[in-house]
């Protein structure tokens, strides 16, 4: 037996145990390669299926860690995007850490605001059916310009867009885009701005006035001079350096709005509804005055859903990777807000109008609120609900006037090449502020004239977004597509032009004196 095995062990081949190469199968265990059959044994050299030469290829060689290197490198650094030096120090990208919840509480405090107010004005005039069918279409078409808009901050690669104006000129043109897009985005600011300062500093009055009763009746501030007092706490908050710093603003704003939306429509239905309500439309005397009322009416309904001129600017404030682009936190936070603003504006004006119908006066259900139920209602409700609106005021001027600020500067830095100082800085918000105050103090029925508002912007909103789709991505021509967008833009700029002339109509025909509210 011992001379068999010894005969076996001398027929074996001698050949070292490295020279039987391995392979790495499923399983994860090795296992020798397969043998060449040649004459029956095995042989000792392998053969690769494919040969390549080493120099040939970067594997296992300096050049793939350094193209791997070069790549997570990219991936956290993001798009390769070429930065403005000029952009770190302007309010609107001056900081970039912002998330998905920023996005939502920007989105909320632009959204929801005095603006759903009157919703149950434009129902007076639609009836429930128009009513509803127009709010409900608004709501989707602006949702989809969102998500345009969204889309559409870096469209191009290596590029952010970061204002509404810049993406106008990439779609327009350099002096088109300008021409478009810098007045209705600087009206619906500024415009905006002037109407809160008119509306939280009626509000601040109505509240003075619950809270102290009967015991403040010697020296009472007028209605300018609270205008005055809401001017000048706008303006020590706007302060605030960058669109970033003031989320906490945006998050008072966007909770204070919802909360006094909330209350509105409650209380309005919780009281016995007035007498002689009706729900038909408001009667006119001729069919132009009811055509132009109609209108105006379906302009109310389009300044509802303002705050698309801030879309790219709340965006750009966001960190931008290949892996993490800013537009997923971005559309995160927009659904989110835009959930939130439905159930604010729907109940608003669904129960508004139940509660009133076309008894509703034209500053809106807080104005009817305070007519129809003040003896009703307890006076630290009221008092609480004007507070809130006061709160959300003072946070929507923020907002909206951040981009205007950033015009300012970016003048500024422009000129002189370098950023703003403190004093510069502060010099501009508070000369912004008080030209809103005058202009408001001049023109006290900007408040009123929410249809000339969603007029004159809703190109901005509805059609401006989808010819931009269309000129920057180039969907194929005659496509679905294509006409879709196409269609809903012209039907924007048409709408836009209809509802300048039923808001103008509208405020020639109330003799310019129209106020957001008229206590008895």
Same mark, same amino acid.
């Given at each position: ?5 010894? $005969? ?9 145990? #490295? ?84 996005? #939502? ?46 889309? /559409? ?40 701005? $002037? ?35 809401? $001017?000048?706490? !706008? ?13 906490? /603003?945006?998050?008072?704003?966007? +909770?204070?709005?919802? =909360?006094?939306?909330?209350? +509105? ?36 309904? #389009? ?18 990777? =290949? ?44 104005? #009817? ?11 630290? /409700? ?10 959300? !005021? ?46 408001? +103090? ?23 977004? !989808? ?27 048409? =709408?836009? /032009? ?23």
């Amino acid at each position: 037996m011992e001379e068999r095995m010894e $005969t076996e062990l001398i027929s074996i081949p001698a050949t070292p145990r #490295a020279s039987t190469p391995e392979i790495l199968t499923p399983s994860g265990q090795r296992s020798p390669r397969p043998m060449s059959k040649e004459g029956g044994k095995s042989s000792t050299a392998w053969t690769p299926t494919s040969f390549t030469p080493r120099f040939l290829s970067p594997i296992g060689t300096p050049m793939k860690r350094v193209l791997i290197n070069m790549k997570g490198y990219l991936e956290e650094v993001g798009h390769l995007t070429k930065l403005n030096p000029q952009d770190a120090w302007l309010p609107i990208t001056e900081s970039r850490n912002g998330n998905a919840h920023y996005a #939502a509480f920007h989105n909320l405090n632009a959204g929801v605001g005095f603006q759903a107010l009157v919703l149950p004005v434009a129902f007076s005039f639609l009836g429930w059916s128009w009513g509803i069918v127009s709010l409900t279409i608004a709501y989707f078409w602006q949702l989809y310009t969102l998500w345009i808009l969204v889309q /559409l901050h870096e469209a191009v690669p290596g590029k952010r867009y970061n204002r509404y104006v810049e993406l106008a000129q990439a779609a327009f043109g350099e002096r088109l885009g300008v021409w478009l897009a810098l007045f209705p985005t600087v009206y619906l600011s500024a415009g905006t701005a $002037t109407a809160l300062i008119l509306i939280g500093g009626e509000t601040m009055k109505l509240f003075f006035e619950l809270v102290c009763g009967p015991l403040c009746t010697s020296n009472p501030l007028t209605t300018i001079e609270w205008y005055l007092v809401f $001017t000048s706490l !706008c303006i020590v908050l706007s302060q605030l350096p960058n669109l970033n710093s003031i989320a906490g /603003l945006s998050l008072i704003g966007a +909770v204070t709005a919802i =909360f006094y939306s909330t209350m +509105v429509w409650v209380l309005s239905v919780s009281q016995p509804r007035p007498p002689n309500i009706s729900y038909d439309p408001v009667p006119l005397p001729s069919f132009s005055a009811s055509l132009f009322s109609f209108l105006n009416a379906l302009g109310i309904i #389009a300044f509802a859903f303002r705050g698309h001129n801030l879309v790219l600017e709340i965006q750009s404030t966001m960190p931008s990777t =290949f892996k993490h682009p800013a537009h997923v936190p971005m559309w995160k936070g927009a659904k989110a807000a835009y959930f939130f603003i439905a159930l604010c504006l729907f109940p608003v004006a669904i129960g508004g109008y139940w509660a009133y119908g076309n008894l509703m006066p034209s500053g809106g259900i807080l104005n #009817a609120l305070f007519v129809f139920h003040s003896q009703d209602i307890s006076r630290g /409700l009221l008092a609480m609900t004007f507070l809130l609106v006061v709160f959300s !005021c003072l946070s929507g001027f923020q907002i909206y006037s951040m981009p205007v600020f950033d015009s300012f500067e970016a003048s500024y830095t422009s000129r002189t090449n370098r950023p703003c100082s403190v004093w510069v800085r502060s010099g501009f918000r508070v000369v912004y502020g008080f030209i809103n105050f005058f202009i408001g +103090v001049a023109l006290p029925f900007l408040s009123s004239i929410a249809g000339l508002l969603g007029g004159l912007t809703l190109p901005v909103t509805f059609a401006y977004p !989808c010819f931009m789709w269309v000129l920057i991505k180039k969907p194929a021509k005659y496509s679905f597509n294509w006409y879709f967008n196409w269609t809903l833009g012209w039907l924007g700029i048409a =709408f836009s /032009l209809a509802f300048s002339i039923g808001g103008i109509w509208s405020m020639v025909n109330s003799g310019l004196k129209l106020k957001f509210f008229k206590p008895n």
